[in-house]
């Protein structure tokens, strides 16, 4: 995406040292010794020019926009292909996802492009898009891939390189990621750290699994924009040489190609006259495999982690925190597929109902988004849109498959009921509202020792008597869409009858919905009866008792299952008591306490939680960079605090703040100047038996170029951080690697969750953090504060001149999206104390149990599992080919043993081939990936 004319900074040369190793180091880094990657040559240096084409879908103009040139692109491409032997080969910028976009305008050269692809001379895939890997879930990276490997196979298959040119840092089980794909080769620019110094690496994932990464020093466009004359060309590559000639193991990898560019015609004629020329180099139009084919592996220092190093080209950290409602809406479209749609829809319906088609359709929208110009956001206002609307169409794809999924759970139920849920793999309790019956004492049903239920809301019953006119009912008739009648009651019968005086019609109303009600076919009977006495009265009686929504402490609930309701105990009510100047809630477990002179709340003794800090930001979508003159506004200038729950199951208070930031920044003076008013929102719930507080913080941005974080005090100073990425947790230290092209912030990105010096923070959607208030130096540095970011707004795609990154990034175009003045901020996260399981957290706050009703007359027993999964973490539940599939990953330092009761099935690759049989359990190596396929059974138990 970074590409001439845009500077991305000058090679360092570093030499290959040991890195620091330990909690708080980086990742691991070594060479063998008395090994040089500098070999000395005596045969011809081989010059490998592979043509390509970077193309993002959609970045400063819009997706329909790009298309155009990429048609015109293409059109050009296929020609010079056909009509030119000597132009050998072109990468397709190892993605299909544009090949797709050039065929809905083309669908004519589809027999083309697979016969160029068929021979070797256009390479395609491996991915269907080039996705950002820290701001997506892993298992978006893995149905990227997948998507893109199943596309590929359409033109005679995917290339094998995992061919990352572009990605703003690498996550540390790409390479496990790729070697279970089949892979041995991956192709990296950005993110590669100072230890490195040559152009090839072993690149090693937690588990120990490893790939050859050829690093590309100069970027993926240092062979772009060759010269047409031989002798220029001889000139040029030596001048190269020159420049890259410390960092090469072996042959010069030239990347002909760069954004958006078409291929250059008359290349072979000038490599033919370039070798004719001379003897010391030897030019050669290839491919990334024919080229990777013969690179060598030994003697090559090795890499294992994470790749987010600023050292010699940007890594564009500020992405994480821009446009953070894309990051939201990223992890609500993901969460509804990966942890309610699938897994519902693979357990609770049978196997030839599985809504392939449906999800296939909404994984495609998901991968688009994947692409990292657009889940980055650092794109104009239209393609930001066009994202939003993705995610928008993916969710409620996802939302719906859920629902029908639950409400066939319901109905299988045998006893008539609320059903809880559990979408999770572990056993676990929960609070949950579920809507209720009452009679006419005002007893919830429910309700008894067992355990206490607290009233949320109330309704009366609506017992009595309607008489209407003919035409009255029509016009309401035709208003009827469905069963709903409110968020809380439902139509559950309908029933007509008539005698000489005129149509009566009764009509029950319930805290349920019952699918099968035919309200179509009661609304044409109603309809008939009418047109043949259309002068009869219609008396309509609505039954309704009394509906009450409370909210209840129930379990255990069976990982991926379900168990009537029934209120459990509370070992640890929540109580509420209002103090002047606060407000204190406490379970037991623990103690929160509102201070209503600054709106802050303490968690037991610890004090200042919650502090919202905003200050000036004059960088752009890639970069935070705080104007010359700043100024910092952490104090509000009122506080309210309302209690609206008060318990014994959940107490909430609503924190209310007034705060005065600066209007914008100037940008030619570096002040922040004027005054705007946030009214920010701050709901702190604390429930029984439950050791998190669930926070979220809300407000209208009204102002420009500004950062806000909020700040969490730590309970013990920090060295380190661990946060959430792919498969796995991360360790951080307090700092970053980078230079002055860009300043190496130590602000990172957390999937779900971030923990250090005894506080765990979970978060809902990709949040940018960075741990603050650093005392001491070099191994004695301590952290004190965690940062949350919840908004960075900006003004441009990309600046020049800016304090943090002097130098362009992308085009100097205004996007007022970035902005976000008068959007909606919203972070909802919870924290707890001590030693806590962090998957397990965030599966509590963000994954809740879920309530579906039944009828009764099913089969299935009040409690139960339609699958059990223990020993590590679950990725995905679906199906494949008619199976069950389920990936597992263990984010431990041990092995594990992964049980799935008394199933048995297949391990499997990421291509779906056989690896191994297994009866029951399997052994998981530390930091491994597995993907299981399990023998079939009846549609009961799937």
Request: net charge negative; proline share 7%.
């Amino acid at each position: 995406m970074v590409a001439p004319p845009y500077r991305t900074g000058t090679v360092a040369r570093a030499t290959c040292t040991t890195a620091r190793t330990g909690p708080s180091g980086p990742p691991s880094v070594d060479s063998p010794a008395g090994v040089s990657p500098n070999l000395a040559r005596m045969a011809p240096r081989r010059v490998a020019i592979v043509p390509h084409t970077h193309w993002d879908r959609e970045w400063y103009e819009p997706f329909q926009s790009f298309r155009l040139r990429l048609v015109e692109v293409i059109d050009e491409l296929l020609s010079l292909l056909e009509s030119d032997p000597s132009y050998a080969r072109f990468l397709f910028d190892g993605q299909v996802a544009a090949l797709d976009d050039y065929l809905e305008v083309r669908p004519q050269a589809e027999e083309r492009i697979r016969h160029l692809a068929a021979s070797g001379r256009l390479t395609v895939g491996p991915w269907y898009t080039l996705m950002d890997e820290f701001l997506v879930s892993p298992e978006t990276i893995v149905r990227d891939l997948q998507l893109g490997v199943r596309r590929s196979a359409a033109f005679g298959g995917a290339m094998e390189v995992g061919y990352l040119p572009d990605m703003f840092g690498h996550v540390a089980q790409m390479p496990q990621i790729l070697r279970l794909a089949g892979f041995e080769h991956a192709v990296v620019w950005r993110g590669v750290p100072s230890s490195i110094t040559s152009t090839g690496f072993i690149w090693e994932a937690p588990d120990g699994s490893s790939v050859r990464a050829e690093y590309l020093p100069f970027g993926y466009a240092n062979g772009s924009h060759l010269p047409d004359d031989a002798k220029a060309l001889v000139r040029r590559v030596r001048d190269h040489l020159e420049q890259i000639g410390p960092f090469l193991v072996s042959d010069l990898l030239l990347m002909n190609g760069s954004d958006h560019l078409p291929p250059q015609p008359g290349l072979g004629r000038v490599v033919a006259e370039a070798n004719a020329l001379q003897d010391d180099l030897r030019f050669e139009i290839t491919s990334l495999p024919e080229y990777l084919a013969q690179a060598p592996a030994g003697g090559l220092a090795r890499w294992r982690g994470e790749l987010r190093s600023g050292a010699r080209a940007n890594v564009l950290m500020g992405v994480t925190s821009n446009r953070v409602d894309v990051k939201r809406a990223a992890a609500a479209a993901e969460r509804a597929l990966e942890r309610r749609a699938e897994p519902y829809a693979a357990l609770f319906l049978p196997s030839e109902s599985w809504p392939e088609a449906q999800l296939d359709l909404a994984w495609k929208e998901v991968v688009r988004n994947a692409a990292h110009d657009s889940i980055c956001a650092c794109s104009v206002d239209d393609v930001v849109d066009e994202v939003l609307q993705r995610f928008a169409a993916a969710r409620a794809i996802a939302d719906g498959l859920a629902t029908r999924a639950l409400v066939a759970l319901g109905a299988s139920a045998a006893a008539p009921g609320p059903l809880i849920v559990n979408p999770s793999a572990r056993e676990r309790c929960g609070t949950v509202e579920v809507v209720v019956s009452c009679d006419e004492a005002g007893t919830v049903e429910g309700a008894s020792e067992r355990g206490p239920v607290q009233v949320v809301s109330a309704r009366a019953g609506l017992p009595g008597m309607l008489t209407l006119d003919a035409q009255t009912v029509r016009t309401i008739l035709g208003m009827i869409d469905g069963t709903r009648i409110d968020a809380d009651a439902w139509v559950q019968d309908v029933v007509i009858d008539e005698d000489a005086t005129g149509i009566d019609v009764t009509v029950s109303i319930g805290p349920d919905e019952r699918p099968e009600l035919p309200i179509a076919r009661a609304r044409e009977d109603l309809m008939a009866r009418l047109g043949a006495r259309p002068t009869a009265p219609v008396r309509v009686r609505l039954d309704q008792p009394p509906i009450h929504r409370v909210v209840v402490r129930v379990g255990p609930v069976p990982g991926f299952g379900w168990r009537s309701y029934a209120p459990s105990p509370l070992a640890h009510p929540v109580t509420v008591e209002e103090r002047e100047g606060a407000v204190a809630i406490d379970n037991g477990l623990l103690a929160v306490r509102v201070d209503l002179s600054d709106g802050t709340y303490s968690l037991g003794d610890l004090a200042g939680f919650g502090r919202l800090v905003d200050g000036g930001d004059l960088g752009d979508s890639y970069n935070y960079s705080p104007p010359a003159s700043d100024l910092v506004v952490d104090v509000p200038e009122s506080v309210t605090a309302e209690v609206t729950e008060r318990g014994p199951v959940r107490a909430r208070v609503v924190v209310s703040s007034r705060h005065r930031w600066p209007d914008h920044a100037e940008s030619s003076s570096q002040r922040r100047v004027g005054t705007q008013v946030a009214d920010v929102t701050t709901t702190l719930e604390l429930r029984a038996d439950d050791p998190v507080l669930s926070v979220t913080t809300s407000f209208v941005n009204p102002s420009r170029d500004h950062r806000v974080r909020v700040h969490l005090p730590l309970p013990e100073p920090a060295s380190c951080s661990e946060a959430e990425s792919a498969f796995g947790t991360v360790e951080r230290g307090l700092g970053a690697e980078g230079r002055a092209d860009e300043r190496p912030l130590p602000t990172f990105p957390a999937r779900r969750f971030v923990r250090a010096g005894g506080l765990t923070v979970v978060h809902d959607g990709v949040t940018e953090y960075e741990l603050a208030d650093v005392t001491g130096t070099g191994d004695g540095a301590r952290a004190h504060t965690l940062c949350l970011t919840l908004l960075r707004s900006t003004g441009m795609l990309s600046r020049l001149g800016m304090a943090y990154r002097p130098f362009p990034a992308g085009p100097l175009t205004p996007v007022d999206g970035l902005q976000l003045v008068g959007r909606t901020v919203e972070l909802r996260y919870g924290v707890a104390l001590g030693d806590t399981d962090p998957w397990a957290l965030a599966d509590d706050v963000l994954l809740p149990l879920e309530v579906v009703g039944s009828f009764g007359g099913g089969w299935r027993e009040e409690e139960g599992s339609a699958l059990q999964v223990e020993g590590a973490e679950v990725s995905s539940v679906r199906r494949e080919g008619g199976l069950l599939e389920v990936r597992v990953f263990n984010p431990s330092d041990t092995a594990t043993t992964v049980r799935v009761g008394e199933r048995s099935g297949w391990l499997v690759d990421l291509r779906g081939s056989a690896v191994a049989r297994f009866d029951g359990d399997f052994e998981l190596r530390p930091h491994g990936i597995a993907t299981v396929r399990l023998a079939g059974r009846d549609a009961r138990h799937p």
